[in-house]
């Protein structure tokens, strides 16, 4: 069983910064691929970023490559999505989402196993 706890969400103005959090709890944090994904209303969920258990493979959307930032730090059982240059169409509840053990395709969210209950992010313009 694993535990996600996203924070960090918010509203802001194009252009602006946020930085997301996502605590984990129970299953061994640092030896799990970890991913962001968001929904945005009557949208299917997206994949946004993913960063393997060392933090040794990132990969991201092409809608937010050179404008998001995946990170980890395994000591603190936490993962982090800095967000700068925000768009309005970045408008999304984003979740943090924990990899299976057996996976073909990591941007697809049936891949992943345990989510968080996801934090909401709001960019006008």
């Known amino acids: 069983q694993v535990q996600l706890v996203e924070s960090g969400g918010g509203s802001v103005q194009a252009g602006g910064s946020l930085r997301l959090s996502c605590a984990a709890s129970?299953?061994?944090?640092?030896?799990?691929?970890m991913a962001w994904f968001r929904q945005a209303p009557g949208k299917e969920r997206e994949f946004v970023a993913f960063?393997?258990?060392?933090?040794?493979?990132?990969y991201y959307a092409i809608s937010v490559k050179g404008r998001f930032t995946i990170s980890r730090d395994n000591a603190k059982n936490t993962l982090y999505l800095q967000m700068n240059s925000l768009k309005p169409e970045d408008t999304a509840v984003y979740y943090c989402?924990?990899?299976?053990?057996?996976?073909?395709?990591?941007?697809?969210?049936?891949?992943?196993?345990?989510w968080g209950q996801g934090t909401q992010v709001t960019v006008s313009s």
């Open positions: 129970g299953r061994t944090f640092s030896s799990t691929a």
């Open positions: 960063i393997s258990w060392g933090g040794q493979n990132i």
């Open positions: 989402a924990a990899l299976g053990k057996y996976y073909s395709d990591l941007t697809k969210p049936y891949e992943y196993d345990y």
